[in-house]
């Protein structure tokens, strides 16, 4: 089966790279508050060691969780195509953080 490449798969592809980083402050700032710390500890410490960017990634990584489910509910499967590809561009990144340092 071959797959058209069109412009809805990869808006949810730059939907599935982004959606990460954009709710990555929300959860340091939520896991900042439950632990009582300054969210800019937080922040430093997630983009200072790789393998606490890794974690805190794969957290915001469920964001797309959000946008896969809506799009797949409006029967939108190209969008969530790319969301899905968009979450595997991520896995070099877990797999070299995790296994290599």
């Known amino acids: 089966m071959k797959i058209k490449w069109t412009q809805k798969i990869t808006l949810g ?30 922040w430093d410490l997630a983009w200072s060691d790789p393998k606490y960017t890794s974690k805190y990634l794969s957290l915001g990584l469920i964001s797309n969780l ?10 939108k499967y190209e969008y969530t195509r790319g969301i899905i590809l968009g979450m595997l561009c ?6 070299y953080v995790n296994l290599f340092l």
């Open 13 to 42: 592809l730059l939907i599935g790279i982004s959606s990460p980083f954009v709710f990555m402050p929300l959860i340091l700032f939520v896991l900042s508050q439950s632990q009582y710390a300054t969210f800019s500890s937080y």
């Open 90 to 95: 991520f896995i070099p990144f877990m797999i």
């Open 66 to 75: 959000l946008w896969f489910y809506l799009f797949l509910n409006r029967e």
